[in-house]
């Protein structure tokens, strides 16, 4: 069982940045493809950002591409979001997901609740 722990979220106004991470347990961490999803209030669930085992990423929601910036650390179980330039439609919790793609099972955080508002 693995499990995911999502960190620094929080109220941040128009225009600035946050960085959210991601702690993973157990020993297999470098060979999950890691994603960042997140939920706005009255919406599904979307993705936001992906990155794979040997650390090619993309961006793949609307608006985002050129502001976040998802990276991983394999040595330290942990990924990471780098939000910039954030706006109002930004506000949602964001999750941490992970793909067992040999077990074919993936897992979930608790989710991180960012709020951007002046």
């Known amino acids: 069982q693995v499990q995911l722990v999502e960190s620094g979220g929080g109220l941040v106004q128009p225009g600035g940045s946050l960085r959210l991470s991601c702690q993973a347990s157990g020993p297999r961490f470098s060979t999950y493809g890691m994603s960042w999803y997140r939920q706005a209030p009255g919406k599904e669930r979307e993705l936001v950002a992906a990155?794979?085992?040997?650390?090619?990423?993309?961006n793949d929601a609307d608006g985002v591409k050129g502001r976040f910036t998802i990276s991983r650390d394999n040595a330290k179980n942990m990924v990471y979001l780098q939000m910039n330039s954030l706006k109002p439609e930004d506000t949602a919790v964001y999750f941490c997901?992970?793909?067992?793609?040999?077990?074919?099972?993936?897992?979930w955080g608790q989710g991180t609740r960012v709020t951007v508002s002046s």
């Open positions: 997901h992970a793909w067992d793609s040999d077990a074919n099972v993936d897992y």
């Open positions: 990155i794979t085992t040997s650390g090619g990423s993309t």
